[in-house]
């Protein structure tokens, strides 16, 4: 084990540690305002980016800068294989930079971009995109490849399907979660939505979730073509209306494989990937406990149905 991986290792124990935690996620949710939430967490390892009296949507944000904060700072202390599984994950803040940026070409308001500093795939490259067409030219040329089409849908869409298609490539120790991941994203865009794949999206689909789950006529037939590796993503899932509370269940997944990378003997890909899993389940609970403290009682219900 190479002493780049050593470091790199005790550095994502050490970070792993800057999380709220799941008996803090549930007093923020019970907070009795948005105010008192963002009091809460301005005193927690959110607090740089929090800050108190802060408003719902900008707390979010910051639980986002700081998650993103925090995947930077320990891939500079990972050996090039480390930082480059790092930046593949980190590409879920490329994709929200791109909805903004359509955003911007569509002459509406948008979030300022996030700050990605060496986990950029290519963001320099897309936001100086003056229209969606370019946009497409920018992507095609990059990791992100062509994702069909000029709409924003086919945009959107392309760039999640690419990513689950990345990390199943490239990050192993997370090539489950990609797997469950795209399941509920092709079962939504079918079942909830019931809106065909651009092509691009399905030849990857199909390569990644085989082609009888993308030809299957319901959510259970779905479900039942899976691969193992997807199929844990929707367990007793048969009505489209059972789909809301699966990103929870997947996030639950998320931070018990995690736990595990990071408990792990030795020092390797799996600790550093297990980290970065604590890191982003958390700053995920968070949002969700802001949500639910911003929208009352109905939405604690919510909250510890999907926490």
């Given at each position: 084990?190479?002493?780049?991986?050593?470091?790199?290792?005790?550095?994502?124990?050490?970070?792993?540690?800057?999380?709220?935690?799941?008996?803090?996620?549930?007093?923020?949710?019970?907070?009795?305002?948005?105010?008192?939430?963002?009091?809460?967490?301005?005193?927690?390892?959110?607090?740089?980016?929090?800050?108190?009296?802060?408003?719902?949507?900008?707390?979010?944000?910051?639980?986002?800068?700081?998650?993103?904060?925090?995947?930077?700072?320990?891939?500079?202390?990972?050996?090039?294989?480390?930082?480059?599984?790092?930046?593949?994950?980190?590409?879920?803040?490329?994709?929200?930079?791109?909805?903004?940026?359509?955003?911007?070409?569509?002459?509406?308001?948008?979030?300022?971009?996030?700050?990605?500093?060496?986990?950029?795939?290519?963001?320099?490259?897309?936001?100086?995109?003056?229209?969606?067409?370019?946009?497409?030219?920018?992507?095609?040329?990059?990791?992100?490849?062509?994702?069909?089409?000029?709409?924003?849908?086919?945009l959107q869409l392309g760039l999640r399907v690419a990513w689950a298609d990345r990390v199943v490539a490239r990050v192993e120790p997370a090539a489950t979660w990609a797997y469950g991941a795209l399941a509920l994203l092709v079962a939504r865009?079918?079942?909830?939505?019931?809106?065909?794949?651009?092509?691009?999206?399905?030849?990857?689909?199909?390569?990644?979730?085989?082609?009888?789950?993308?030809?299957?006529?319901?959510?259970?037939?779905?479900?039942?073509?899976?691969?193992?590796?997807?199929?844990?993503?929707?367990?007793?899932?048969?009505?489209?209306?059972?789909?809301?509370?699966?990103?929870?269940?997947?996030?639950?997944?998320?931070?018990?494989?995690?736990?595990?990378?990071?408990?792990?003997?030795?020092?390797?890909?799996?600790?550093?990937?297990?980290?970065?899993?604590?890191?982003?389940?958390?700053?995920?609970?968070?949002?969700?406990?802001?949500?639910?403290?911003?929208?009352?009682?109905?939405?604690?219900?919510?909250?510890?149905?999907?926490?």
């Amino acid at each position: 084990m190479s002493a780049g991986w050593v470091a790199g290792g005790v550095r994502a124990q050490a970070m792993a540690r800057r999380r709220l935690g799941a008996a803090a996620g549930n007093a923020l949710a019970s907070c009795a305002s948005p105010q008192e939430a963002a009091d809460l967490l301005a005193g927690s390892p959110y607090g740089q980016r929090v800050r108190p009296g802060d408003p719902p949507a900008a707390a979010a944000r910051g639980v986002a800068e700081t998650l993103l904060w925090n995947l930077r700072v320990l891939a500079g202390w990972q050996p090039a294989a480390g930082a480059g599984m790092l930046r593949v994950l980190a590409g879920w803040f490329e994709i929200a930079n791109v909805d903004e940026h359509l955003r911007t070409l569509a002459g509406e308001s948008a979030e300022p971009p996030f700050r990605l500093g060496t986990l950029a795939t290519v963001w320099s490259r897309l936001h100086a995109t003056r229209s969606r067409d370019e946009l497409r030219e920018v992507l095609a040329a990059s990791p992100w490849r062509d994702p069909g089409g000029s709409t924003p849908r086919d945009l959107q869409l392309g760039l999640r399907v690419a990513w689950a298609d990345r990390v199943v490539a490239r990050v192993e120790p997370a090539a489950t979660w990609a797997y469950g991941a795209l399941a509920l994203l092709v079962a939504r865009e079918r079942f909830a939505v019931d809106r065909p794949l651009p092509e691009p999206a399905r030849q990857i689909t199909t390569r990644l979730l085989g082609p009888a789950a993308l030809t299957a006529a319901s959510l259970s037939e779905f479900a039942t073509a899976l691969p193992a590796r997807g199929r844990w993503a929707m367990p007793g899932i048969t009505d489209r209306s059972q789909l809301w509370a699966a990103e929870g269940r997947w996030w639950r997944r998320v931070r018990a494989d995690a736990a595990t990378l990071l408990a792990g003997s030795g020092f390797g890909a799996g600790r550093v990937i297990g980290a970065a899993g604590l890191l982003a389940a958390d700053a995920w609970l968070v949002r969700a406990a802001l949500e639910s403290a911003a929208a009352g009682a109905r939405a604690r219900e919510v909250f510890d149905a999907v926490a």
